[in-house]
Protein backbone atom coordinates (compact mmCIF):
# COMPACT_ATOMS: atom_id res chain seq x y z
CA UNK A 1 0.00 0.00 0.00
CA UNK A 2 1.24 3.21 -1.06
CA UNK A 3 0.85 6.37 1.84
CA UNK A 4 0.99 9.98 -0.18
CA UNK A 5 2.10 12.61 2.17
CA UNK A 6 0.87 16.48 2.74
CA UNK A 7 3.30 17.50 0.31
CA UNK A 8 2.39 14.66 -1.82
CA UNK A 9 -1.28 14.99 -1.89
CA UNK A 10 -1.00 18.68 -2.36
CA UNK A 11 1.11 18.43 -5.43
CA UNK A 12 -1.31 15.94 -7.06
CA UNK A 13 -4.61 18.13 -6.62
CA UNK A 14 -2.61 20.93 -8.52
CA UNK A 15 -1.54 18.72 -11.08
CA UNK A 16 -5.21 17.34 -11.74
CA UNK A 17 -6.23 20.95 -11.36
CA UNK A 18 -4.54 21.94 -14.04
CA UNK A 19 -5.10 19.31 -16.51
CA UNK A 20 -8.62 19.81 -15.84
CA UNK A 21 -8.05 23.28 -17.07
CA UNK A 22 -6.01 22.17 -19.89
CA UNK A 23 -9.02 20.47 -20.68
CA UNK A 24 -11.56 23.04 -20.41
CA UNK A 25 -9.19 25.44 -22.55
CA UNK A 26 -8.89 22.75 -25.49
CA UNK A 27 -12.53 22.35 -25.33
CA UNK A 28 -13.23 25.96 -25.03
CA UNK A 29 -10.67 26.40 -27.89
CA UNK A 30 -12.35 23.73 -30.26
CA UNK A 31 -15.79 25.29 -29.80
CA UNK A 32 -14.69 29.04 -31.27
CA UNK A 33 -12.95 27.71 -34.35
CA UNK A 34 -14.34 28.38 -37.48
CA UNK A 35 -16.27 31.76 -35.98
CA UNK A 36 -13.90 34.27 -37.32
CA UNK A 37 -11.40 32.20 -40.46
CA UNK A 38 -8.84 33.98 -42.58
CA UNK A 39 -8.50 31.66 -45.83
CA UNK A 40 -5.11 32.50 -47.93
CA UNK A 41 -5.57 30.19 -50.56
CA UNK A 42 -8.24 30.67 -53.33
CA UNK A 43 -9.37 26.89 -52.99
CA UNK A 44 -9.85 26.87 -49.52
CA UNK A 45 -11.68 30.36 -49.60
CA UNK A 46 -14.00 28.74 -52.63
CA UNK A 47 -14.12 25.54 -50.30
CA UNK A 48 -15.47 27.52 -47.04
CA UNK A 49 -18.37 29.25 -49.32
CA UNK A 50 -19.55 25.96 -51.34
CA UNK A 51 -20.23 24.76 -47.49
CA UNK A 52 -22.31 27.50 -46.64
CA UNK A 53 -19.28 28.64 -44.20
CA UNK A 54 -18.68 32.13 -46.32
CA UNK A 55 -20.23 34.03 -43.38
CA UNK A 56 -17.58 33.27 -41.21
CA UNK A 57 -14.49 34.08 -43.82
CA UNK A 58 -13.70 38.05 -42.21
CA UNK A 59 -10.34 37.77 -44.55
CA UNK A 60 -8.40 36.39 -47.70
CA UNK A 61 -5.29 36.58 -50.17
CA UNK A 62 -4.73 39.40 -52.25
CA UNK A 63 -5.24 35.79 -55.22
CA UNK A 64 -8.77 34.53 -53.56
CA UNK A 65 -11.38 36.18 -56.31
CA UNK A 66 -14.30 33.32 -55.51
CA UNK A 67 -16.89 33.99 -55.22
CA UNK A 68 -18.02 37.28 -55.92
CA UNK A 69 -18.62 37.95 -52.07
CA UNK A 70 -15.00 36.40 -51.34
CA UNK A 71 -13.83 39.60 -53.24
CA UNK A 72 -15.39 42.14 -50.40
CA UNK A 73 -13.26 40.43 -47.39
CA UNK A 74 -10.03 42.16 -46.48
CA UNK A 75 -7.15 41.30 -48.32
CA UNK A 76 -3.90 40.23 -46.10
CA UNK A 77 -1.63 39.63 -48.75
CA UNK A 78 -0.46 36.72 -51.46
CA UNK A 79 0.29 32.95 -49.97
CA UNK A 80 3.99 33.69 -49.85
CA UNK A 81 3.79 37.64 -48.42
CA UNK A 82 1.35 37.51 -46.15
CA UNK A 83 0.84 40.11 -43.99
CA UNK A 84 0.74 38.85 -40.14
CA UNK A 85 -0.75 42.56 -38.84
CA UNK A 86 -3.21 42.47 -41.12
CA UNK A 87 -4.47 39.03 -39.95
CA UNK A 88 -4.01 39.71 -36.28
CA UNK A 89 -6.19 42.73 -37.11
CA UNK A 90 -9.41 40.31 -38.04
CA UNK A 91 -8.76 38.82 -34.55
CA UNK A 92 -9.40 35.24 -36.26
CA UNK A 93 -9.44 32.05 -34.47
CA UNK A 94 -8.70 30.39 -37.53
CA UNK A 95 -6.54 30.74 -40.29
CA UNK A 96 -7.07 28.65 -43.31
CA UNK A 97 -4.12 27.84 -46.44
CA UNK A 98 -2.58 24.78 -47.91
CA UNK A 99 1.12 24.25 -48.16
CA UNK A 100 3.51 26.71 -48.85
CA UNK A 101 2.54 29.77 -46.46
CA UNK A 102 5.93 30.61 -44.73
CA UNK A 103 6.38 28.46 -41.53
CA UNK A 104 7.90 31.91 -39.50
CA UNK A 105 3.94 33.11 -40.40
CA UNK A 106 2.67 29.63 -38.99
CA UNK A 107 4.66 30.29 -35.52
CA UNK A 108 3.45 33.74 -34.88
CA UNK A 109 -0.18 32.94 -35.59
CA UNK A 110 0.22 29.74 -33.27
CA UNK A 111 2.10 31.94 -30.63
CA UNK A 112 -1.49 33.88 -30.22
CA UNK A 113 -3.46 30.32 -30.08
CA UNK A 114 -4.48 30.78 -33.21
CA UNK A 115 -5.38 27.39 -34.71
CA UNK A 116 -3.47 26.94 -38.46
CA UNK A 117 -4.98 24.44 -40.76
CA UNK A 118 -3.09 23.35 -43.59
CA UNK A 119 -4.28 21.35 -46.28
CA UNK A 120 -2.76 19.91 -49.47
CA UNK A 121 -5.25 19.76 -52.56
CA UNK A 122 -3.58 18.64 -55.63
CA UNK A 123 -6.79 16.22 -57.09
CA UNK A 124 -10.31 15.46 -57.14
CA UNK A 125 -10.09 13.07 -53.80
CA UNK A 126 -8.18 16.09 -51.94
CA UNK A 127 -11.05 18.21 -52.81
CA UNK A 128 -13.77 15.87 -51.28
CA UNK A 129 -10.99 15.60 -48.59
CA UNK A 130 -11.11 19.24 -47.94
CA UNK A 131 -14.90 19.53 -47.49
CA UNK A 132 -14.36 16.42 -44.27
CA UNK A 133 -11.90 18.42 -42.89
CA UNK A 134 -13.52 21.75 -42.77
CA UNK A 135 -16.56 19.93 -42.01
CA UNK A 136 -15.35 18.31 -39.09
CA UNK A 137 -13.35 21.24 -37.83
CA UNK A 138 -16.23 23.67 -37.76
CA UNK A 139 -18.64 20.76 -36.43
CA UNK A 140 -20.79 21.42 -39.59
CA UNK A 141 -21.20 17.78 -40.56
CA UNK A 142 -24.61 17.93 -42.39
CA UNK A 143 -22.95 20.69 -44.62
CA UNK A 144 -20.32 18.12 -46.11
CA UNK A 145 -23.22 15.61 -46.13
CA UNK A 146 -25.19 18.23 -48.28
CA UNK A 147 -22.26 19.19 -50.55
CA UNK A 148 -20.52 16.32 -51.78
CA UNK A 149 -23.00 13.82 -53.40
CA UNK A 150 -23.97 17.28 -55.38
CA UNK A 151 -20.03 17.73 -56.55
CA UNK A 152 -20.10 13.93 -57.04
CA UNK A 153 -23.22 13.83 -59.43
CA UNK A 154 -21.74 16.77 -61.14
CA UNK A 155 -18.75 15.71 -61.76
CA UNK A 156 -20.67 12.38 -63.32
CA UNK A 157 -22.41 14.36 -65.02
CA UNK A 158 -19.44 16.33 -66.69
CA UNK A 159 -17.50 13.11 -67.42
CA UNK A 160 -19.88 12.51 -70.29
CA UNK A 161 -19.75 15.84 -72.11
CA UNK A 162 -16.64 14.53 -74.23
CA UNK A 163 -16.44 10.36 -75.13
CA UNK A 164 -14.12 10.38 -78.61
CA UNK A 165 -14.12 7.28 -80.64
CA UNK A 166 -10.75 7.02 -80.10
CA UNK A 167 -8.82 8.41 -77.22
CA UNK A 168 -6.31 11.71 -78.55
CA UNK A 169 -2.92 12.07 -76.80
CA UNK A 170 -2.82 15.55 -75.06
CA UNK A 171 -0.37 17.67 -73.92
CA UNK A 172 -1.41 20.39 -71.59
CA UNK A 173 0.70 23.26 -71.83
CA UNK A 174 0.57 25.36 -68.51
CA UNK A 175 3.22 28.38 -68.74
CA UNK A 176 4.97 29.20 -71.89
CA UNK A 177 8.30 30.53 -70.59
CA UNK A 178 9.56 28.76 -69.64
CA UNK A 179 7.42 25.76 -71.17
CA UNK A 180 6.10 23.83 -68.09
CA UNK A 181 3.43 20.70 -69.01
CA UNK A 182 1.25 19.01 -66.83
CA UNK A 183 2.61 15.53 -66.52
CA UNK A 184 1.07 12.33 -64.65
CA UNK A 185 -0.27 12.77 -61.19
CA UNK A 186 -1.07 16.80 -61.76
CA UNK A 187 -4.72 17.79 -61.22
CA UNK A 188 -4.60 18.43 -65.12
CA UNK A 189 -3.56 15.03 -65.72
CA UNK A 190 -6.74 14.06 -63.72
CA UNK A 191 -8.55 17.00 -65.64
CA UNK A 192 -7.79 15.31 -68.84
CA UNK A 193 -8.43 11.40 -67.81
CA UNK A 194 -11.53 12.68 -66.27
CA UNK A 195 -12.51 13.64 -69.86
CA UNK A 196 -11.78 11.06 -71.72
CA UNK A 197 -8.53 11.67 -73.30
CA UNK A 198 -4.94 10.29 -72.42
CA UNK A 199 -1.83 12.64 -71.44
CA UNK A 200 0.82 12.98 -74.06
CA UNK A 201 3.13 12.72 -71.07
CA UNK A 202 2.80 9.21 -69.95
CA UNK A 203 5.68 9.27 -67.44
CA UNK A 204 8.01 11.75 -65.48
CA UNK A 205 7.19 14.58 -62.66
CA UNK A 206 4.16 16.39 -62.39
CA UNK A 207 5.10 19.74 -63.81
CA UNK A 208 7.75 19.00 -65.77
CA UNK A 209 9.66 22.09 -67.87
CA UNK A 210 10.25 20.85 -71.66
CA UNK A 211 12.19 21.95 -74.68
CA UNK A 212 10.08 22.63 -78.01
CA UNK A 213 12.47 19.82 -78.92
CA UNK A 214 10.67 17.43 -76.69
CA UNK A 215 6.92 18.52 -77.51
CA UNK A 216 8.11 17.80 -81.58
CA UNK A 217 9.18 14.00 -80.10
CA UNK A 218 6.22 14.06 -78.02
CA UNK A 219 4.41 14.20 -80.81
CA UNK A 220 0.38 15.33 -79.16
CA UNK A 221 -2.66 15.04 -81.32
CA UNK A 222 -3.77 17.97 -79.58
CA UNK A 223 -2.41 20.79 -77.37
CA UNK A 224 -4.19 22.18 -74.65
CA UNK A 225 -3.22 25.87 -73.98
CA UNK A 226 -3.76 26.83 -70.03
CA UNK A 227 -1.61 29.57 -70.03
CA UNK A 228 -4.58 32.15 -69.58
CA UNK A 229 -4.79 35.70 -70.68
CA UNK A 230 -1.13 36.59 -69.71
CA UNK A 231 0.62 35.07 -71.39
CA UNK A 232 2.35 37.18 -74.37
CA UNK A 233 0.03 34.99 -77.02
CA UNK A 234 -1.96 32.56 -77.88
CA UNK A 235 0.52 28.78 -78.83
CA UNK A 236 -1.73 28.12 -81.79
CA UNK A 237 0.08 31.26 -82.85
CA UNK A 238 3.15 30.91 -81.24
CA UNK A 239 3.78 27.31 -82.45
CA UNK A 240 2.46 28.25 -86.20
CA UNK A 241 5.63 27.49 -88.07
CA UNK A 242 5.76 23.73 -85.81
CA UNK A 243 4.19 21.86 -88.39
CA UNK A 244 5.92 18.78 -87.78
CA UNK A 245 3.67 18.46 -84.01
CA UNK A 246 0.82 16.79 -85.05
CA UNK A 247 -1.76 18.96 -82.90
CA UNK A 248 -0.15 22.17 -84.79
CA UNK A 249 -0.07 20.44 -87.94
CA UNK A 250 -3.90 19.40 -87.96
CA UNK A 251 -5.04 22.91 -85.98
CA UNK A 252 -6.00 21.51 -82.39
CA UNK A 253 -4.40 23.33 -80.36
CA UNK A 254 -7.32 25.36 -78.18
CA UNK A 255 -7.23 27.44 -75.22
CA UNK A 256 -8.72 27.61 -72.25
CA UNK A 257 -8.23 31.12 -70.15
CA UNK A 258 -9.99 30.51 -67.30
CA UNK A 259 -7.45 29.91 -64.44
CA UNK A 260 -10.07 27.77 -62.63
CA UNK A 261 -8.68 24.79 -64.92
CA UNK A 262 -5.22 24.22 -62.22
CA UNK A 263 -7.18 25.17 -58.96
CA UNK A 264 -8.41 22.03 -57.04
CA UNK A 265 -11.58 22.58 -55.61
CA UNK A 266 -14.93 22.51 -55.28
CA UNK A 267 -15.64 24.05 -59.23
CA UNK A 268 -13.60 20.92 -60.23
CA UNK A 269 -16.82 19.52 -62.01
CA UNK A 270 -16.86 23.42 -64.23
CA UNK A 271 -13.14 23.02 -64.84
CA UNK A 272 -14.06 18.96 -66.39
CA UNK A 273 -16.96 20.87 -68.66
CA UNK A 274 -14.46 23.63 -69.67
CA UNK A 275 -11.62 20.78 -71.18
CA UNK A 276 -14.26 18.59 -72.48
CA UNK A 277 -15.84 21.88 -74.24
CA UNK A 278 -12.14 22.58 -75.69
CA UNK A 279 -11.36 19.08 -76.62
CA UNK A 280 -15.23 18.95 -78.39
CA UNK A 281 -13.48 21.79 -80.61
CA UNK A 282 -10.93 19.99 -82.23
CA UNK A 283 -12.93 17.44 -83.89
CA UNK A 284 -15.21 19.95 -86.10
Not at 165 to 171: G, I, K
Not at 198 to 227: F, K, M, Y
Request: with cysteine; proline share 8%.
Amino acid sequence: MITLTRRDAVALGLASALSVARCRDTSREKRTRGRRVVSVAPNVTEMLFALGLGGRVVGVSSLCDFPDEARQRTRVGALDSLSVEAILALAPDTVAGVPGVPQPVIDRLRARRIHVEISRVESVEDVRALARTYGRLFDEPAAVDRWLPLFDEQIARARHLFVPRERPRVLAVVDQRPLVCAGPGSYVDELLRLSNVDNALASGPAWPQLSLETVISVAPDVVLDLCGPLAQEPLDRAWAAHTTIPAVRDRRVVSVADPLVTRPGPRAPRAIELVSLALQRTTR
